[in-house]
């Protein structure tokens, strides 16, 4: 059986499954709720049912006032619908809405996807996921190394689960060790969430991303958020990076494959034979962007009238930025997430 949840006061809809909890199901449709425990403890995803049968699922530990149980209260982690239902909740709308956690993961498995970059997995506790907005960062802290501030690369919508893309920089303490010394089981301590490189989810305008290798993984965050939300606008990705290097280029081309409203552009950077890292040259780096930005502006002469979300180092990516402004790129339109390390 399924069942249409309407939110209130947001107005937002989504069906849920009678197999899934109503927490899960809007998770699964891109409604950010604020939740952490996952098994009726913490209180966090709280609502009040204002039309509707639900189910509870088990016993739950948190204890409602008396003030709550008359207006009908109920825990979104333990409650299946029974009917169609009209809830009263609580939406994390913007960053502000996010308090700041301290969770500890485990490392759940380690990708290598090519020579530099390697995929990390890591596992919350499930008394204690982490809650995030698509398109935020966290700072990683390993024993003995010093925290690195890093994108998450998965959606919000099964938060006990988290991806980071990391790539290998010689030299770097952080990287060094992801490739060469952290193993599955190992602690790795969360801090965060921040930042606001944010999908605006109100917005009906064509969408373009633009990513500078690793500064794939925000981007691809909010690009899961987007689908989850079946946003019905054009979206085109442009990923930047080396011949060899575009990690996960055959899920890109599943998103266009799967979606009439989706195109996906790789740009290869030309390093005209300056060593494994062009952009430790400046002016190639430069150079590199404005093509980018030129191949952007051939595929869409005025971009008046689109949100521009971009990716990158940002010693490099001024280049870019300018380059769009020849074709109409608008500052209230677009977000930049300038990456800090690789």
């Known amino acids: 059986m399924t069942a249409h949840i309407k939110l209130l006061p947001s107005g937002k ?3 849920a499954q009678d197999t899934e909890t109503v927490l899960e199901a809007a998770l699964r449709s891109g409604v950010s709720i604020s939740y952490s425990c996952n098994n009726g403890t913490c209180g966090e995803c709280k609502a009040h049912l204002l039309s509707g049968r639900v189910n509870q699922l088990v016993g739950q530990d948190y204890c409602f006032s008396e003030a709550e149980k008359n207006r009908n209260a109920i825990l979104l982690c333990n409650i299946t619908a029974a009917s169609d239902l009209e809830i009263e ?3 994390a709308n913007s960053a502000q809405d996010i308090p700041l956690q301290k969770v500890p993961t485990r ?3 380690l990708e290598r996807l090519s020579n530099d970059i390697m995929v990390v997995h890591l596992r919350t506790p499930r008394s204690q996921t982490l809650n995030f907005l698509a398109g935020q960062h966290v700072s990683l802290e390993v024993a003995g190394i010093p925290p690195r501030n890093k994108s998450i690369a998965s ?7 988290l991806q980071f893309h990391i790539r290998h920089v010689p030299d770097d303490p952080f990287s060094e060790h992801v490739f060469t010394k952290l193993k599955v089981a190992d602690t790795v301590m969360i801090n965060g969430p921040m930042g606001d490189f944010l999908l605006d989810e109100e917005s009906k305008r064509p969408v373009i991303f633009f990513a500078y290798e690793t500064g794939f993984g925000p981007v691809k965050s909010i690009i899961e958020h987007a689908i989850a939300l079946d946003l019905q606008q054009p979206i085109h990705l442009y990923w930047l990076a080396r011949e060899g290097e575009f990690y996960l280029e055959n899920y890109c081309r599943s998103w266009e494959d799967a979606l ?3 195109t996906y552009t790789p740009l290869v950077i030309q390093a005209n034979g300056e060593g494994n890292d062009p952009f430790m040259h400046p002016e190639i780096a430069a150079k590199n962007f404005v093509m980018a930005g030129q191949r952007v502006g051939a595929d869409h002469p005025d971009l008046s009238g689109f949100d521009c979300y971009l990716s990158g180092p940002e010693s490099t990516m001024q280049p870019l930025i300018e380059q ?3 074709y109409g790129l608008r500052k209230d339109l677009t977000q930049v997430d300038f990456m800090q390390r690789y």
Request: proline share 5%; hydrophobic share 40%; with cysteine.
């Open 13 to 15: 809809e989504f069906v």
């Open 260 to 262: 009439d409203n989706f």
């Open 89 to 91: 909740v609580h939406e």
């Open 155 to 161: 959606c919000p919508c099964n938060a006990m689960h």
């Open 324 to 326: 769009l402004r020849v």
């Open 107 to 109: 490392v759940d498995k």
